[in-house]
C-alpha cells in the first residue's frame, strides 16, 4: 500500500468516523472540567483580573456559522463606566453541533484590528464540543474608545457530508481602574491602535491577509502622529493548506522520495519598514484538532490550537523616523510561505505626552532582510527503493537595531538585540512494511532590550522557546491491514526579566494515538490514545497558576488543584 493513497484513507476515514465519544454536560461560559466526557477541554488560565466588577459589553451572542459569509456586530463603548481600566478583556464561547465537520479558523476584529484569531475544535456523530477562551486587550484600550463596526469571520461548510454548525458568542469586560491605581509603564495601554490593512481588490478590506508566497506582503502605508516615542508590532501567522504542517516538510529535490510536503521545513515572519528589514517573528507550530489525526485532540486540544497569542515585535528604535510626518508603509511577509499563511498584524502606538513632534534616527541596523537557512541531506537509498536518513534544517540570526528619539523629556536611546536559532532534524524510515518520519524541532529566541536616557540604563530580558517533537510510524502488515501510530509533544515556553518585574509560562501539551485499517484500507478504530496539558506560570507581580490535565480512551482521567474551579478538591 502506497503511503500517500493510505494517508488520504486516513485522513477522510478520521474526519468522517469520531463515534462513540461521551460527552457529559457541561455549562457554556467558565470552562467545565468533567470526568469521562470528551468535551474540549485546555489547562489554559483565565485573564487574571482586579477584584472590582466589570463594565461587560456584548459583541455579538449565539452567531451561527454555516458557509463564509463574515458576520458584522456593532461596538459602542460602555456609556456606564469611563476609563482608565485596570484590565480589558476579550471573553467568547464557542460550540459546535454533533456531526461531522473540519476544524475551522475564527477571527474577530473591531474596525479591522485583530482582537481574537484561533481555531475551532472538531464534533463527533455523538460529541457537540462547546470551549471558552479569553484574551487579554488592556494593551488596546485606544481601540475601543470609539463606536465602531467588527467583523467575525468563520467559514464553515454545511452540506449533506459536513454537518456541523459552529456558534458564538463574546463580549469584552472592562475593569475600571480602583481608587490610588497608577499604570507603569508596562500597563500603560498604547495611545494609538492601527491594524495592518490588506485590500481585497473590490474596495474592501481582508482580514488577515493570504501569503501565497515569501515575496507576497501584509503591507500598510500609513501617515503617523510626529510624536511617536515607542512603537511595537503584534503579529499572527497561520499555516494554512500545502503550509499547514510545514515542520514536517522537505527540500524540492528529495520530496517525491520522502513521500512529504515541499518547500523546506523553515518558515519566519519578516518585518519591514519601507523595505528596510525591521524584526522578525518567529512562526509557531500550532496543530488545529483535525492536525493528522484528530483523536490526538479530544479532550484536549494542541498548545494555543483554540486561541492563539500574537507576538509582538518591538519596533521602539524606528520611532523617530516614524515621526517625520512622511509616509510609511509597514509590512509582513512569510519566509519560504508555500500556499499559505494567514497573517494579521496591528500597529501599537506610544506617544510623548509632553511634545507635539519629536525626532531621531535609526544609527544601527545588522538586521539582513532575509535568513539564509542551512539543509544537510544525509540520506540513503537502496537499490529497492528503500530509504534511510536524516533531513537536518537550521538557522541562526543575530542582530542589533538601535535608535533614539528626542522627546520632551531627553533624548532616549533603544538597542534591540535578537538572536533567533531555529532547528529541524527528520529522521526517515520507508520501505515495504514500514513509513517512518521522526521530526524533532526547536525555536530559541532571546531578545535583550536596552534603554538609555542620559545616565540611566534600563533593560530587559525576554525569551521564548518552541520545542516540537512529532513522530509518524506506519506499519503495513502482511494480511494487508496496517496500523498509524502517531507521538505529538508540544511546549510554549518564554520568561521576562525587566526592571522590578519577571514572570515565566510553560505550557506544554503531549499526545498520543493509533489508527487501525483493515486490509481493505477501512478505519477500524483507534487504540493506545493519551494526552495531557499542563500549564504554570509565575510573575513577581502576585501571578501564580498551575493546572494539569490528563486523559486516556480520548475522555478526561484528572485534573489537578489549581485548574479554574478546582482549588477546593
Not at 250 to 256: K, L, Q
Not at 389 to 403: D, E, M, P, Q, Y
Amino acid at each position: 500500500m502506497k503511503l500517500k493513497s493510505f494517508w488520504s484513507r486516513v485522513l477522510d476515514a478520521a474526519v468522517l468516523a469520531l463515534a462513540g465519544l461521551a460527552l457529559l454536560p457541561g455549562v457554556a461560559g467558565a470552562q467545565q472540567y468533567t470526568i469521562g466526557s470528551s468535551n474540549t477541554v485546555t489547562a489554559d488560565p483565565p485573564v487574571p483580573v482586579p477584584n472590582v466588577k466589570p463594565c461587560v459589553v456584548q459583541l455579538f451572542s449565539g452567531v451561527q456559522f454555516e458557509d463564509y459569509s463574515i458576520h458584522d456586530y456593532s461596538y459602542t463603548p460602555p456609556s456606564n463606566c469611563k476609563g482608565p481600566y485596570e484590565k480589558i478583556v476579550f471573553s467568547a464561547d464557542f460550540s459546535v453541533t454533533e456531526g461531522i465537520q473540519f476544524d475551522r479558523t475564527a477571527i474577530v476584529d473591531l474596525g479591522y484590528a485583530n482582537i481574537y484569531f484561533g481555531t475551532t475544535a472538531e464534533p463527533g456523530p455523538t460529541l457537540a464540543p462547546s470551549w471558552h477562551i479569553e484574551r487579554d486587550e488592556s494593551d488596546y484600550a485606544a481601540l475601543f474608545a470609539e463606536a465602531q463596526t467588527g467583523h467575525i469571520i468563520l467559514g464553515n461548510t454545511v452540506n449533506s457530508q459536513y454537518t456541523g454548525i459552529i456558534s458564538g458568542s463574546a463580549e469584552l469586560k472592562f475593569y475600571p481602574a480602583k481608587k490610588g491605581w497608577n499604570s507603569t509603564d508596562t500597563s500603560r495601554p498604547a495611545d494609538q491602535v492601527l491594524p495592518l490593512e490588506q485590500p481585497n481588490g473590490s474596495g474592501g478590506i481582508n482580514e488577515p491577509a493570504f501569503l501565497n508566497t515569501g515575496t507576497d506582503q501584509l503591507a500598510t502605508t500609513f501617515t503617523l502622529p510626529k510624536n511617536v516615542e515607542r512603537a511595537y508590532l503584534d503579529v499572527i501567522t497561520q499555516s494554512q493548506i500545502n503550509d499547514e504542517f510545514w515542520y514536517s516538510c522537505v527540500p524540492n529535490d528529495v520530496a517525491t522520495e520522502l513521500q512529504s510536503c515541499n518547500g523546506t521545513s523553515f518558515r519566519e515572519a519578516e518585518i519591514s519598514i519601507d523595505g528596510q528589514p525591521a524584526g522578525v517573528a518567529p512562526v509557531y507550530p500550532w496543530i488545529f484538532t483535525g492536525g493528522f489525526d484528530p483523536y490526538l485532540w479530544f479532550p484536549i486540544p494542541g498548545v494555543q490550537t483554540l486561541n492563539f497569542k500574537p507576538y509582538r515585535v518591538d519596533l521602539t528604535p524606528f520611532a523617530g523616523v516614524l515621526s517625520n510626518g512622511e509616509q510609511h508603509t509597514v509590512a509582513v511577509s512569510v519566509f519560504n510561505a508555500n500556499g499559505y499563511f494567514s497573517a494579521t498584524a496591528t500597529l501599537l502606538l506610544y506617544l510623548d505626552d509632553g511634545s507635539k513632534e519629536v525626532t531621531g534616527a535609526v544609527t544601527a541596523n545588522t538586521l539582513a532582510s532575509a535568513p539564509s537557512p542551512a539543509i544537510d541531506e544525509n540520506l540513503q537509498t537502496d537499490s529497492s527503493g528503500d530509504v534511510t536518513g536524516s533531513v537536518s534544517t537550521t538557522s541562526a540570526r543575530n542582530f542589533k537595531i538601535s535608535g533614539y528619539v528626542k522627546t520632551s523629556h531627553g533624548r532616549v536611546d533603544t538597542d534591540v538585540e535578537q538572536s533567533v536559532n531555529f532547528s529541524n532534524v527528520q529522521d526517515f524510515t520507508i520501505n515495504a512494511n514500514q513509513y517512518v518520519q521522526d521530526i524533532t524541532q526547536t525555536t530559541t529566541v532571546k531578545l535583550l532590550t536596552t534603554a538609555r536616557q542620559g545616565f540611566a540604563v534600563s533593560s530587559a530580558v525576554e525569551t521564548f522557546d518552541y520545542p516540537l517533537t512529532f513522530n509518524i510510524v506506519v506499519n503495513f502488515n502482511a494480511d494487508g491491514s496496517a496500523t498509524e501510530a502517531f507521538t505529538s509533544g508540544q511546549q510554549y515556553l518564554t520568561n521576562v526579566l525587566a526592571p522590578f518585574y519577571a514572570g515565566t509560562v510553560q505550557n506544554k501539551v503531549n499526545s498520543a494515538d493509533t489508527l487501525n485499517f483493515d486490509a481493505s484500507g477501512n478505519f477500524t478504530g483507534n487504540t493506545n490514545t493519551k494526552s495531557s496539558q499542563s500549564y504554570n506560570s509565575f510573575d513577581t507581580a502576585g501571578g501564580f497558576y498551575t493546572c494539569s490535565l490528563a486523559s486516556a480512551s480520548n475522555a478526561l482521567t484528572s485534573v489537578s488543584k489549581g485548574c479554574p474551579g478546582e482549588s477546593s478538591k
